[in-house]
T-cell receptor
C-alpha cells in the first residue's frame, strides 16, 4: 500500500535554531518527492522537489535530502525565522496510476521568539 | 495574477443546504484536482480531471458531492444537503500532465463551515 508518514506531528523551536523534519514513504515505483509549505489558512506551496538520482537539494535556508534505498527524506531548516511557522507536507509521486500523488499528514512547526 | 483561484474563500451554511465552490486553474494546466483538508491533516484526494474528463473519484466523494469541469477550464464542486462533517478546507490544484515532475499548484482554498 502506498503510504507517506511524517514525523514529528508537531514541533516548537526557538527563533534562530535549526530543525529537521522527517518523511518516510512506501510509494512504489517512486518518481519524485516534494516538500510543500502551508501557512495557516493558505494553500500549500512547493519548496523543493527530489528525484530518484538526487540526494540533497537546497532552497535558501531549506535543505532536503533523499535516501531512495531506505525510502526516507528529511527537510532541514537552518536559522529558523518566525515566518517559518507553518505546516510542512511531504508529497510522493509514483510512476504509475491515474492519481499518482500521495500526501503525508504534515508536520506543524511553530517558531517562537 | 495567473495562479489558481478559488471562490468563495469562506462559506458558512446551515446543515442541509447546498453549497458550490469554484476553481479557476492556471490556464495552460490540463489537470485539475480537488482535495479536502481538515485541521491538522494533510490534503485528502477527492477527484481529478484531465481536461473536461473526470478520471478518478475517491471513495470520500459520496453521492452528495459532484464535480464538473465543463470545457476543460474552470471547475465546480457542489455539496448537496451539507452535514456538519463536511466542514473542512476544500483545496483545488492544477498541473500539466505528461512527465512525473510537474509541480502541483494549489489555490488558497475554500473553507466551509456547516452549522
Amino acid at each position: 500500500k502506498n503510504q507517506v508518514e511524517q514525523s514529528p506531528q508537531s514541533l516548537i523551536i526557538l527563533e534562530g535554531k535549526n530543525c529537521t523534519l522527517q518523511c518516510n514513504y512506501t510509494v512504489s515505483p517512486f518518481s519524485n518527492l516534494r516538500w510543500y509549505k502551508q501557512d495557516t489558512g493558505r494553500g500549500p506551496v512547493s519548496l523543493t522537489i527530489m528525484t530518484f538520482s538526487e540526494n540533497t537539494k537546497s532552497n535558501g535556508r531549506y535543505t532536503a535530502t533523499l535516501d531512495a534505498d531506505t525510502k526516507q527524506s528529511s527537510l532541514h531548516i537552518t536559522a529558523s525565522q518566525l515566518s517559518d511557522s507553518a505546516s510542512y507536507i511531504c508529497v510522493v509521486s509514483s510512476q504509475t496510476g491515474a492519481n499518482n500523488l500521495f500526501f503525508g499528514t504534515g508536520t506543524r512547526l511553530t517558531v517562537i521568539p | 495574477d495567473t495562479g489558481v483561484s478559488q471562490d468563495p474563500r469562506h462559506k458558512i451554511t446551515k446543515r442541509g443546504q447546498n453549497v458550490t465552490f469554484r476553481c479557476d486553474p492556471i490556464s495552460e494546466h490540463n489537470r485539475l484536482y480537488w482535495y479536502r483538508q481538515t485541521l491538522g491533516q494533510g490534503p485528502e484526494f477527492l477527484t481529478y480531471f484531465q481536461n473536461e474528463a473526470q478520471l478518478e473519484k475517491s471513495r470520500l466523494l459520496s453521492d452528495r458531492f459532484s464535480a464538473e469541469r465543463p470545457k476543460g477550464s474552470f471547475s465546480t464542486l457542489e455539496i448537496q444537503r451539507t452535514e456538519q462533517g463536511d466542514s473542512a478546507m476544500y483545496l483545488c490544484a492544477s498541473r500539466l500532465s505528461g512527465g512525473d515532475t510537474g509541480e502541483l499548484f494549489f489555490g488558497e482554498g475554500s473553507r466551509l463551515t456547516v452549522l
